[in-house]
């Protein structure tokens, strides 16, 4: 199905058979397309990039198609990494799955500045959510595995080597 290209969001790069790799949703994912583009916020003289992932009814674009900048689709990135190294190499450590004393998982720089990485203490229900999350984690391992691979693989190219 061809994302439109008539709506504010001006894809440049596509992929447009998103759905069938769509994780556990494959071949039955409402998200049809991603697209990297021209923002729809963009102003006079400010041309900003952003991601969009495009989501259809079965009947038509759906108003919960996401669009992001495209910093914040690498931020995502990097919670998600961090997480993963997370629940993976220190989390066993801790009979709650995480530390209540100091739930911060890490600080991560960033613009001078740094994005704390933490496990949510205002969630009333975060003992049984982390180990949700960890199932989850472990259940989908494979399939987070292959597209943290192709991350990896894809960054050293780029010459992003650690």
Known sequence: MDIPTNLKHKPVVVAEDYER???????????????????????????????????????KWSRQSEELPLHRVLDLAILACRAQLYFQEEAYRFPKGYDPEHPQIDRV??????????????????????????????????????????????????????
Do not use: P
């Open 109 to 162: 720089g960033l613009q001078g500045d740094a994005m704390t990485v933490e496990v949510c203490r205002r969630n009333g229900h975060i003992d049984e959510d982390v180990q949700l999350f960890q199932q989850a984690l472990a259940r989908d391992g494979e399939l987070l595995g292959e597209r943290m691979a192709v991350l990896a693989r894809i960054l050293g190219e780029l010459g992003y080597h650690g």
């Open 21 to 59: 790799i769509d994780g556990r949703s494959a071949y039955d994912s409402d998200a049809k397309g991603l697209s990297l583009g021209l923002a729809q916020w963009n102003d006079r003289g400010r041309v900003d990039i952003s991601a969009k992932v495009w989501r259809y009814t079965g009947e």
